[in-house]
């Protein structure tokens, strides 16, 4: 079946431009990550949603992050106002409902952020 | 607060060798999971394995080998006569049931395996 994708897989904007991005999860998976992975580093947890609410927001850098997902599907991270910084590669992951913290999470390609 | 640490940046092997890599995790949740992840140079994190807190049995899959050590907060992977296509860069994480299911990631180990 169909992984979880993600588009755009590049995106290239200038600084102070607002940017989304977009996250198809595994049909049926009710939980959905976002990850954000600088060059060289591990991923970083930004949100997490189970079904159409966010879960835990801890991880958003600023309130110029803001994650939706409002038909419990498809998900976009929306990012305001960007910064040099933000430059990174945008990870969503599924992962189908049950044991909290036990199932495997599966990761869509990325989205590959450049800020000029 | 959950911790992961790879302390190898990068392990360098010729083909056929066997190669360890380490990761050491922290947590104050008695139930947690560990994973270990490998992103190939396509970037796409593949999945590798999952493990609970409560169970300590080690693991072998192939090539691959997984030895789970409570008493030292260790989770180490093993490759087994490693291959070109093992190179890649391998992330250990880690998920506390108290704090949901967000992973924790370590720094990443990048493995190169040289014919």
């Known amino acids: 079946g169909a992984g979880v994708s993600q588009t755009p897989s590049n995106k290239v904007t200038e600084k102070g431009k607002y940017v989304e991005l977009r996250c198809d999860p595994i049909s049926g998976h009710t939980a959905l990550y976002w990850y954000r992975q600088s060059l060289g580093q591990g991923p970083e947890f930004l949100i997490y949603f189970q079904g159409t609410g966010a879960a835990d927001d801890s991880g958003l850098p600023n309130d110029r992050f803001f994650a939706v997902r409002p038909e419990g599907s498809v998900s976009t991270l929306k990012i305001q106002r960007t910064e040099r910084g933000d430059s990174a590669v945008y990870l969503c992951a599924s992962s189908p409902a049950g044991l909290a913290g036990a199932n495997e999470q599966f990761f869509g390609p990325g989205t590959r952020l450049t800020v000029l | 607060a959950q911790k992961v640490t790879q302390a190898q940046t990068e392990i360098s092997v010729v083909e056929k060798e066997d190669v360890t890599l380490d990761c050491v995790y922290e947590?104050?949740?008695?139930?947690?999971?560990l994973f270990w992840y490998k992103q190939p140079p396509s970037g796409e994190l593949v999945f590798l394995i999952r493990?609970?807190?409560?169970?300590?049995q080690n693991e072998i899959s192939g090539r691959y080998s997984w030895n789970f050590q409570k008493s030292t907060s260790s989770f180490n992977f093993t490759i087994t006569a490693s291959q070109v296509v093992d190179s890649a860069v391998y992330f250990c994480a880690l998920s506390e049931e108290a704090a949901g299911n967000k992973l924790t990631f370590g720094g990443g180990t990048r493995v190169l395996v040289k014919p």
């Open positions: 493990r609970n807190s409560f169970d300590e």
């Open positions: 947590t104050r949740d008695t139930t947690y999971y």
